[in-house]
């Protein structure tokens, strides 16, 4: 797929399990930063409970770097990893789930652990209000001054982003673009511009 799915909003979802309340809150986070955020928002809310298990897949799902997940004091490896194995295998990505354990007074063992914390996530990104989110990568656009009208007319009109602007001898234009998209636009801009114009993809530098 060229893109993944994000939730639209913080969405919340309750499940019992032999008396034990666990509810689940997602919402999407891009980067860790925001993660830990909402992580430690929830635990503030929620300062009763007996664990706030959690994972994240914090930027695009093939992006290791932006995983992580914990156990919060459950048996290690019976909460955030089976949590995040199902949060990987979802398509959903810049999303941190938190799953507050209120115990029922009935242990689980670590099997029902394991099932249970699965089962909050899954049914919970089964009922999540997502969007489909592509993928942007970098590209400059530097176009000489009476070009810029034109310009800045027609990238309102698509889906790219302006990131930033630069004046010198000539104005430089710090693109996102979707990679899917980008070839046909890349075209249209080369003819808009009758050729006048450079572009500058850090990527392949």
Not at 139 to 146: D, E, N, R, W
Not at 173 to 200: F, K, N
Request: charged content about 25%; glycine content about 6%.
């Amino acid at each position: 797929m060229d893109y993944y799915l994000s939730p639209t909003h913080r969405q919340r979802f309750e499940l019992e399990i032999k008396n034990s309340q666990f509810i689940t809150t997602v919402c999407r986070t891009q980067g860790r930063d925001a993660a830990k955020q909402f992580i430690a928002e929830i635990r503030d809310e929620f300062p009763d409970a007996n664990h706030h298990c959690w994972a994240f897949v914090a930027g695009s799902p093939n992006n290791v770097h932006l995983w992580d997940q914990s156990d919060d004091g459950e048996p290690k490896g019976t909460a955030g990893k089976p949590m995040l194995n199902v949060l990987q295998h979802s398509d959903f990505g810049e999303t941190t789930l938190v799953v507050t354990r209120y115990f029922g007074g009935v242990k689980l063992g670590a099997g029902g652990l394991v099932r249970a914390y699965s089962q909050a996530v899954q049914e919970a990104l089964t009922q999540t209000e997502h969007e489909n989110i592509y993928p942007r990568r970098p590209v400059q656009l530097k176009i000489a001054y009476p070009l810029l009208g034109k310009v800045e007319y027609w990238l309102e009109q698509s889906d790219i982003e302006v990131t930033d602007k630069t004046y010198s001898d000539s104005i430089i234009l710090d693109l996102a673009v979707i990679e899917r998209t980008w070839p046909e636009q890349q075209a249209a801009l080369t003819d808009l511009c009758q050729g006048s114009l450079t572009l500058i993809e850090p990527d392949n530098a």
